[in-house]
Each structure stands twice: as C-alpha cells, then as structure tokens.
C-alpha cells in the first residue's frame, strides 16, 4: 500500500455485481453489433422493408363491387361531411360541378360502383387527384353512398 498525505490507497476489488454487469454490457454490445451491423450480418430494414413492399405487391388488392353503404343513412351523412370537406371544391356543394364534372350527370368513366370508386381512389387525367391514401376505403365508399343518394332522389340529403 502506498501513503500520500495520509491517505492510504488499497486495492480493493470491484463489487462483484457490478463487474457481472459489465461484463453482461459487453457481450450484449458485441452481440448487437454483430446483429445489426449491415456489413457483418447482411441485416437490414431496407431488405425487410423491400421484402414487405414485395409482398404486398402480390397481394391483389380486392374492391368491392357493390358499395356495402347503400341506402345506409347514418354512411350517407357522414360521407355528405366526407364530400363537403375534399369534393365540394372542385364539384361543388350541389354535385353540380365547377372545376370538376357534374356528378349528376352522365360520369365519364362509367357509373358502377367499382368505377366510381376507382376513379376517387386512383384518381383520374386531367385533374382529378388520387384520394385513395387520404381517405382509405370506408371514407371513399360513403362518399360515393352520398353522391349516389344524391343522383337518385336528385337533391342532397
């Protein structure tokens, strides 16, 4: 043991317990590192990611062709709220036009449902944007439960 103004240095051991968890830190880091690194373990999110993007590829996205909420009233005053809020700029508040087409009318790319909905999901040429990422699925099919209740009593509900 050494002295130095009065203070004795001993050479005392780490608690166990803390020298376990050191060493439990470093086999852990090598591990992560052996786990994640790209370069040694050929791991990635961008493979998982292309591999996932691959498989919803291949997966055939099915659309109804019958719009599920027909006749429903409760779809058809939320799709109203739906259409005022993302369609009545361009269609108008009466579905009578304005930027875009007359909705009352004889529709350019065909009147089944799965048409329609097609054509507000993808979006069409010449101005009409794609609103299928926007509104998803049940939003687009109660817009179109409004617009057709619309086109069959011929005033909005």
């Known amino acids: 043991m050494t002295e130095f103004d009065g203070i004795q240095e ?9 020298l376990l968890f050191f060493i439990g830190l470093i086999v852990w880091l090598v591990w992560y590192i052996y786990s994640f690194t790209p370069e040694i373990s050929g791991w990635s ?12 590829r291949k997966m055939p996205e099915v659309i109804p062709t019958e719009n599920p909420y027909e006749h429903n009233e409760k779809a058809i005053a939320e799709g109203r709220v739906i259409y005022t809020e993302n369609c009545s700029a361009c269609h108008g508040e009466d579905l009578k036009g304005g930027v875009g087409p007359d909705l009352t009318e004889h529709l350019k790319y065909g009147e089944t449902d799965n048409k329609k909905f097609e054509s507000i999901a993808k979006g069409r040429g010449g101005g ?30």
């Open 45 to 56: 999110y961008y493979k998982k990611f292309e591999q996932e993007m691959a498989e919803a």
């Open 10 to 18: 001993e050479h005392n051991k780490i608690p166990r317990g803390w």
């Open 128 to 157: 009409m944007p794609p609103f299928g990422q926007q509104l998803g699925r049940d939003r687009i099919w109660k817009v179109l439960a409004y617009v057709d209740s619309v086109r069959e009593y011929g005033k909005p509900h």
